[in-house]
Nanobody, 122 residues
Framework: VQLQASGGGLVQAGGSLRLSCAAS????????VGWVRQAPGKEREFVAV????????YYADSVKGRFTISRDNAKDIVYLQMNSLKPEDTAVYYC????????????????WGQGTQVTVSS
């Protein structure tokens, strides 16, 4: 699976962004897809993941109620809608995919996409 992340940018605190992760190469709906972020000087951390065929999503406590992950299997795209952004959300955001959802949560997915930078100014 090849993953292409996009949609990052600079936004003021309280604003919104929507990230996209476009997949190609394998049967997309067989993979759980999620987002992982890495802030400057910090380790990568799990953000959100959606099950293979959708229907169930899981979030880090730090983003619950503000971020929403969704997928469109017809278009092979996963989205991360980010609302009420905070400066501490500033990071490079990576999409990741694995046939086992838990592998994404523990940051050991089979596939990684390149990152997209999200910067939230105060």
């Amino acid at each position: 699976v090849q993953l292409q992340a996009s949609g990052g940018g600079l936004v003021q605190a309280g604003g919104s962004l929507r990230l996209s992760c476009a997949a190609s190469g394998r049967t997309f709906y067989n993979y759980a897809v999620g987002w992982v972020r890495q802030a400057p000087g910090k380790e990568r951390e799990f953000v959100a993941v959606v099950k293979r065929r959708g229907g169930s999503e899981y979030y880090a406590d730090s983003v619950k109620g503000r971020f929403t992950i969704s997928r469109d299997n017809a278009k092979d795209i996963v989205y991360l809608q980010m609302n009420s952004l905070k400066p501490e959300d500033t990071a490079v955001y990576y999409c990741a995919a694995d046939q086992v959802l838990h592998s994404v949560v523990v940051l050991s997915p089979e596939y990684w996409g390149q990152g997209t930078q999200v910067t939230v100014s105060s």
